[in-house]
């Protein structure tokens, strides 16, 4: 019985170790334009803001409009103490849906990547 206990405390422990180190990953906190949004003005710039500070070097965001076709989009910088990452959109974006896809590289270390989409209305 005191082995049982034993072992069900180091998995308990190991179990929320992990859990820590999984918190420390920069997760995609807000966007502008929001993701799933709907917005009458093209924007001439988005802004990612992350749980965690980046490594611009290794962070970076690519949008597709409508016709599948990659937008362009100017270098990448970062604002809010390194937790938000800013893409100026070099191309006119006319209405339609826009994906979004990122990748960063947190200051700790961990890599991240996903993808939203918000919608440019006439």
């Known amino acids: 019985m005191p082995r049982m206990k034993t072992?069900?405390?180091?998995a308990a422990m190991a179990?929320?170790?992990?859990?820590?180190?999984?918190?420390?990953?920069?997760h995609l906190k807000s966007s502008a334009p929001a993701a799933n949004s709907t917005v009458k003005q093209a924007p001439s710039v988005?802004?990612?803001s992350f749980t965690e500070s980046l490594n611009l070097?290794?962070?970076g965001a690519t949008v597709t409009g409508p016709d599948k076709k990659t937008i362009?989009?100017?270098d990448a910088?970062?604002?809010?103490?390194?937790?938000?990452l800013t893409v100026p959109v070099s191309d006119k974006l006319a209405p339609g849906t826009y994906t979004v896809e990122w990748h960063v590289l947190s200051t700790d270390?961990?890599?991240?990547?996903?993808?939203?989409?918000?919608?440019?209305?006439?």
Do not use: E, M, R, V
């Open 57 to 59: 070097k290794f962070s």
């Open 72 to 74: 362009k989009t100017g």
């Open 109 to 122: 270390g961990h890599k991240t990547n996903g993808s939203y989409s918000f919608t440019i209305t006439p």
């Open 77 to 84: 910088a970062l604002a809010d103490g390194d937790k938000t």
């Open 15 to 26: 179990s929320i170790a992990l859990a820590g180190q999984a918190l420390a990953h920069a």
């Open 7 to 10: 072992l069900l405390l180091a």
């Open 46 to 48: 988005l802004d990612l």
